[in-house]
C-alpha cells in the first residue's frame, strides 16, 4: 500500500509540474505574440513615418521646381489672340 501511495503522489506530482509547465508555456506564448505585434506595430510605425518624410520631400522638390521655373510670357502681338478680324 506504501508503494502504491507513494507512486500516486509522484505521478500527481509529475502532473502538477506538467500543468504548470503547460501553464508556464502559455503565459511565455502570449508574451513572445504580445511582443512580436508591438515590434510589427513599431516597424509599421517606422515605415509609415519614412514614408511621409518622402513624401514631404517629393513635395518640397517639386515645389522648388516649380518655383524655379520662368514663367514670363512676351507678347510680341504674333499670338492667337491678338488677331482681328
Known amino acids: 500500500m506504501k508503494n502504491f501511495v507513494i507512486i500516486s503522489l509522484v ?7 506538467n500543468a504548470q509547465l ?3 508555456s ?3 506564448a502570449a508574451g513572445l505574440r504580445d511582443a512580436r505585434k508591438d515590434m510589427e506595430a ?3 510605425r517606422t515605415i509609415l513615418e519614412k514614408l ?4 514631404l520631400r517629393d ?3 517639386r515645389r522648388e521646381r516649380f518655383e524655379s521655373l520662368n514663367f514670363s ?3 510680341d502681338g504674333n499670338s492667337a489672340s491678338n488677331t482681328s478680324y
Not at 511621409?52 to 513624401?55: D, I, K, M, T, Y
Open 11 to 17: 505521478l500527481a506530482f509529475g502532473l502538477i509540474a
Open 22 to 24: 503547460r501553464t508556464d
Open 26 to 28: 502559455a503565459s511565455v
Open 42 to 44: 513599431r516597424t509599421e
Open 52 to 55: 511621409e518624410e518622402s513624401r
Open 59 to 61: 513635395e518640397r522638390n
Open 73 to 75: 510670357v512676351v507678347n
